[in-house]
Structure formats: C-alpha cells, structure tokens
C-alpha cells in the first residue's frame, strides 16, 4: 500500500507540474531576440546523421538535442559570443565559437568522430567541477549506462563489477551484505555519493549497492585514492560518484528481464519502468524511474540454507529541472525505496522458527535540491544545494529460534552547502580556476534491540570548509586544495590537503602525479554488530578515550595512452599506487555488561597498501575487448605481523557485441533522405541488415 502511494503521489506530481512548466512564458531576455541557430549532426566516418546528440550553449542553461533526423533548432538565444558544443556518449565532443546577433540565423554543422573509451567525456569527481576526463588532474575510470546495458545489470553493485580496479564482494550468504573494494581497502574506507553528495551514512552503506537501480544512473565515477580533500570522511581508498539521469528529450521505455540464478529453479525477475518529457523551450524537464525486482532465494548445494538471499525491491523516483534564466537552472531529485530481503533456512517460517535467519526490511525515502547560476562572462559559478535521506529498518538477525533477536534502526542524514568557483584568466603564469566552498553535514542514527536491552543512539555534526586552485590549459594541470572538517566526535580540526600533477606531451598520452590525504572518522554504529547477533553473541561498541581519527597518506602515478588506427582504437593504462594507514581502527574485548558483550574502539598502529594495476583495452566499431593485466596485485601489511600477503585480482570479459552500436547502427539505417546540404543515400532495411550483421561478426 505505501508504494501505490508513492507511485499515485508521482503520477499527479507529473500531470501537475507538466501543464504549469509548459504554459509558463519564455525567458524575458529571450522574448525580444530572434538570433537562432540550425543545424544538423552527422558520423564524421559514415556521413549518417546521429539523433539524440546533445547541443549546448557552453556557460548558459540554453541546450537542446538532435531529433530523430539528427538535427536541431535553437531559437531565440540573447546575443554575444559564445561558444557552441556538441556532445555524446561514445563521440568526442567538438566545440565552435559563434556569434549571435539580434535577427540571424546561423548554420552550424557537426561531424563527431567515435571515442568508445570516452577521453572526451565529462566527469565531476576530479575537482567538484565539470571537466573532460582526459584533462582531469586526476584518474577517473567511468562507468557509463552503456555499460550496465551491455551486461544486464539492473543495480549498481553489478555494474561495478566491470570496472577494473574495484571489486564487489558479498559478505554474507544470509543477508546478502556486500561492500566494495578499491585498492585493497575494505568497504568502509571508500565513499559513496549521489550527484556528489555524501548522503550513503554507515548504515546505507550495508545494502545500498543493490539497492540503486541502473535506470536511475547516467553513470558512475570512479576515484581511486584518497578523496577527503574533495568529500570529506571517509573517501580513503576511494569515491564513487553516482551521476542520476537529467531529461534530455522526450521518450519512454519499459523492459523486463528473467534471469535464471546458476542454471537452477530460482529466477531474477526483474522489471524496470522510466520516461522522459521535456517542454518544447526546453526551459523545463522531468525524468521518472522505476523498478520492480523479485529475486528467489538461491541455493547451491542444497542443504537447505540459502547462499543468496530472497529479495523483493520496488523503486520510485524522479529527477527535474527547471531554467529560471539563461544562466541559473533549479534541479530537483527524489526517490523511494521499500525492500525486503529473506535469508538462512525455512524462508516460508517466521524468522524466529527458523535455525538461522537474517530479514530485513527498508523504506528509504531521499532528495535532493540545487541552484546553479553561472555569470554571463564565465569568471563566476555559484552552486547552492541541499540533500537529505531518511532509513527505516526493520530487522532479525539470529539464529537457534531466538525471539530476541528482532531490531529497528532508523538514520536520518541531511547535507548542505554551497560552492564558489572563479576562473582567471591568467593567474601568475597560466589560467585556473579557484573553488572554495562551505558544507554542513548531519547523521543521526537510531539502533535498539530490544529484547537484548541494546540500544545504540549516535549523533555526528561535520562543519567543513574547502579551497583549492587548479592552473591548467591543455598541456598542463597544477592542483593544490585543502579541506577543513570539524567533527563532534573529535576535539580537534582535521586538515585533508591534495597536490596533483598532470602532463600531456600529446593528445593521445596522459601523465599524472598525486598526493592526497583522507581520514576516517569513529563512530559507535557497525554492521558486524548485527552479523554476531546470528553466532549468538551480543555486542556493543564503546569510544575509547581520546580516540583519534584514521587517517591516510595516498601517492599515485599513472600513464593512460590511447592510439587510433583503422577502425580499432588502443588504450593502456598503467597505474601505480601506494597508502599508508595511521591510527587504524581495531576493536578490544573488555567485558561485559547486562549479558551483554562491550568492545571499545581504539587506535592501533598501522597498515600499508600497495599495488600496480594494468588496464589494456582494444576496441573497434563492431566489438570490444577489455584485459586487466593478470599481474595485478595489491600488497597490504599485516597490521600485527608486519608480513605480506598478497590479494591477486583477475578479471576478464569475454568479447562481446555491445548493445548500444547495433541498436544505434539499427536506428541510423532506417533513416532515408534529409533536407539538408548533406545528402545522405536513401537505404533499404532489407538490404541493410546482413551488412550490420556482417561487420559484427567479423
């Protein structure tokens, strides 16, 4: 019943909101202008038009993209110089200068070049800006909806299982807890944000890799390193940056798929629902999603104890956003989850009859709102922004039909803050842009077991303030930022700073250098806690006295190369990475209390993380092939021992015909003649079809 609400609650907010942001009247500094550009987009190879290829006036809110035809029409745009950009996922992005005056109409023409491994893309992630990937100053792997297509992954934690480097581990057979690995470093060290907000707290962490659906994301960044400069807590061995979908165009598109779990009886069945509508001025837009997932409990050797839990997930949400002038744009996000998941033995039993059984059940409900405005000459960009995300948790874990066992935990995060970033036209010796910025950050979480007289109650208040500057053009990038975090927990100021280096001696070749820190904050709340409760054992975890933060030193280098000849473009990507833990977390046995097992919290000595990742990729327009180097290792120090042990990491994907070019290569070919300059041979699908087919399987 509460889904059907919230789904009732979405459909009016649409017919609602629609109607209002259609009627409304355009831009007043738009009304009087009749500058306008037209223009249409072709395959710089094939000389066949792209539709969907996003157009933008770079600096302002004002974009649109190509329809099905491949072409375009911008209309009533204020005058001046500005520059005009076309862009797609899989095509390098072109820029042009143009200039608008009062009463002209311009022609420009695009021919975009492929780039399957997306040098031309944009990520945020490398310095809380909009930046293309190649001229980022640090590393950032992206994970694209291309991606999660081509292997049929409908949530995050799937997906992620394809970026080399990272490494998605389910932890328990009962519950299904999973975490995420980078550099070697365990879930907890790496920081997970949505639209580059650190809403994920301790406990959404648990489970919500699975619980975010692939048709809500663009794409995930990757960051491996240390992040606390940028994002505060947390982000030791690395950030995950989840980019929700914007509406771009109108369309709509439902899909279901049924998987079979291991060859067996037990199926994923999984069901995903989203449109997208977009006002004729493109002032206004909305994005919807939805997802319903069954998955059957799955057991592998049949003794009776499942080894992947039974899950039953519904999602619901949207995205909007609304231009209030040329150059502010208001963004609104929402989403809804209820999940139950079932694991142990004797699934059909209440929880407290069966031998060992983890249940849980989830509403979480999350949002967000920004306000971007950008200055008409380009020197000043000012974002203000705000998230919250609210968890209600009902659980069991236990084992022998214990009746105690049953638990609530609710957690409460909210976020706000506001970014300044001015850009120089020349400071000191080349261009940069400076940030600085305010964040306020609070988490109060909620966890009591009754039957156990367990109750856990934390409260975390992080003020933080951040400033860095970036010198760089297109051959070099100087980084140097800093972070100040005021935690509740901790008496004293944490101090995250970060250097990065970055030297391109060409266009195909990336060099790059990194120092950067990143600390861990104590908190009372682990999820281990609940993973003992089915051995039978109660605890609770105390704060030692004077306990510190862990802190992290990080170091990097990396080589990224790419090479293009023919039709098949080359990528190697060597990387080498070393981090030292200080202060490092561990838990102490000191007795108990009321039946009841007390750890502490407390500082212990150290540990050190090392390692060489290899990444080769060869891709041409009809296949691809990706290869993480079977060499790759990473080295940690065992924190008592001293000695090594080494995590040998492989992973290969078999070739494969992406999805995304045969439908895209499908969708060009049913086209005929254009009006337009470019005259483009009328074809035939019958006699298109087995030439497509053909180039695939060569």
Known sequence: MKMKKYIFFLVGLCCALLPAMADQPELLELKASDANIIGHVLDKKTGEHLSYITI????????????????????????????????????KTISRNVSLRKGKTLEENFELEEDAVALDGVVVSANRSVTKRRLAPTLVNVVDMKMFENTNSPTLSQGLNFQPGVRVETNCQNCGFQQVRINGLDGPYTQILIDSRPIFSALSGVYGLEQIPANMIERVEVMRGGGSALFGSSAIAGTINIITKEPLRNSGQLAHTLTSIGGSSSFDNNTSLNASLVTDNHRAGLYVFGQNRHRDAYDHDGDGYSEMPKLKNQTVGFRSFLKTSTYSKLTFEYHHLQ????????LNRPPHEADIAEQIQHSINGGGLKFDYFAPNEKHRLTVYTSAQHTDRDSYYGSKKDQNAYGKTTD??????????????????MPADLTAGLEYNRDNLKDDMWGYNRYTKQTVNIGSAFLQNEWKNEKWSILLGGRLDKHNLIDHVIFSPRANLRFNPSEDINLRLSYSSGFRAPQAFDEDLHIENVGGTVSMI???????????????????????????????????????????????????????????????????????????????????????SPCNRAVMTNRKSGAKRHRPRRRFS?????????????RRSSLSHYPCRARTPARCWCSTWPVILTRMLR
């Open 56 to 91: 933008a006036l770079k600096g302002t809110t004002i974009g649109t993209v190509t329809d099905a035809t491949g072409h375009y029409f911008l209309k009533n745009l204020p005058e001046g110089n500005f520059v005009l950009e076309a862009s797609s996922v899989g095509y």
């Open 412 to 429: 409460l995060t909210f976020i706000g803050g506001s970014q300044y970033v001015y850009s120089f036209g020349k400071c000191l010796f």
């Open 339 to 346: 999940e139950f998941r079932r694991g142990g033995n004797l």
């Open 654 to 666: 078999v070739p494969r015909i992406p999805m995304g070019t045969l439908r895209q290569r499908i």
């Open 542 to 628: 105390e704060r030692a006295k004077n306990l510190k933060e862990e802190k992290s030193q990080s170091f990097s280098a990396s080589a990224d190369m790419y090479h293009r000849f023919g039709a098949f473009q080359v990528n190697f990507l060597v990387e080498g990475f070393y981090t030292r833990l200080s202060d490092v977390f561990v838990l102490e046995n000191i007795g108990e209390r009321d039946g009841i097992l007390i750890k502490e919290r407390r500082n212990g000595s150290g540990a050190k993380v090392l390692g060489l990742s290899m990444e080769k990729w060869l891709i041409s327009l009809c296949s691809s092939y990706r290869q993480e």
